[in-house]
């Protein structure tokens, strides 16, 4: 399959008197590179991209039909998702990065993990499944809906029900707001068909081959199961499981500072121990 090249933005690592590194990578170099939900795109991350500048390069990524990246009319499938990530890598000359995925970015990330362990220094996967198959009667009804709505329903509509789903607070407006704006950039037929590639996701099975340090994050109100991501985390042999109170499946935006937190935690850990080995 033929690699697509993705939109990306590039934020160098903040220097003391505003400065900023050039915005080639060295071979040393270990950039954060956050990768967004389905219907998200690369400036969703934008409570994440200020904070972690301050200490490391930022990449963000918007994955094929998503944002300002191309490719509605090619392959969808994770396998596809993860070679255009790798891809994307190898043009901006990254040799190895920090991934962190929400969601469809966290299965990616998790498949660049196990397809290409030598580009990958550490895993988040936020609210992320590892296989999407329905338990019940409920997620099955769900899943249809879904399809439903994309197929016969408005962006704007689309986009409303999602951000009360994600954002059920008076004061999250904002979030909807935001929610709304990326749904405005979506292809309908990109997101129709990156729903079915998700539909065909089983990554569980697999785990155990992943040799990073990995941190698996939940919602406590996400709507896959916390459950599921705590015995996720447990199968991997350096994995590592946080909850976080009071948020939805969109933790990132949901609860940025809590979030923020445990992910500087993590890397600054990791950091440690590398430098010990």
Not at 113 to 137: C, D, F, I, Q
Not at 143 to 153: E, I, K, N, P, T
Not at 212 to 222: A, E, N, Q
Not at 233 to 259: K, M, N, W, Y
Request: proline share 6%; hydrophobic share 40%.
């Amino acid at each position: 399959m033929r690699a697509e090249l993705l939109h990306f933005d590039i934020y160098p690592q903040k220097q003391p008197g505003g400065e900023t590194e050039p915005l080639a990578f060295a071979a040393s170099d270990r950039p954060i590179v956050f990768l967004h939900g389905m219907g998200s795109n690369g400036r969703d991350w934008k409570y994440q991209i200020e904070h972690f500048r301050e200490h490391s390069p930022v990449v963000t990524i918007d994955l094929r039909g998503h944002g300002n990246s191309a490719g509605h009319d090619g392959e969808f499938s994770i396998p596809q998702f993860r070679d255009d990530v790798v891809y994307t890598l190898d043009h901006l000359g990254i040799q190895q990065a920090h991934l962190v995925g929400l969601s469809l970015g966290g299965a990616v990330a998790a498949d660049v993990g196990l397809e290409y362990p030598g580009r990958v220094a550490s895993l988040t996967l936020v609210n992320a499944p590892m296989e999407l198959k329905p338990h019940s009667l409920k997620d099955f009804v769900m899943g249809v809906q879904r399809l439903s709505m994309a197929l016969f329903c408005s962006r704007a509509y689309l986009a409303k029900v999602m951000g009360a789903k994600l954002f059920p607070k008076p004061e999250q407006e904002s979030l909807r707001q935001s929610l709304a704006d990326s749904f405005e950039e979506l292809h309908r037929w990109a997101y129709i068909r990156t729903l079915f590639s998700l539909a065909r996701l089983n990554l569980r099975d697999r785990l155990e081959e992943l040799r990073m340090p990995t941190l698996v994050i939940s919602g406590d109100r996400d709507y896959w199961p916390v459950a599921e991501k705590q015995a996720d985390a447990q199968r991997i042999p350096q994995g590592s499981f946080v909850l976080i109170e009071d948020s939805g499946h969109a933790t990132p935006a949901d609860q940025p500072a809590r979030f923020n937190d445990q992910l500087a935690n993590f890397l600054r850990n990791f950091s440690s121990r590398a430098q010990m080995i």
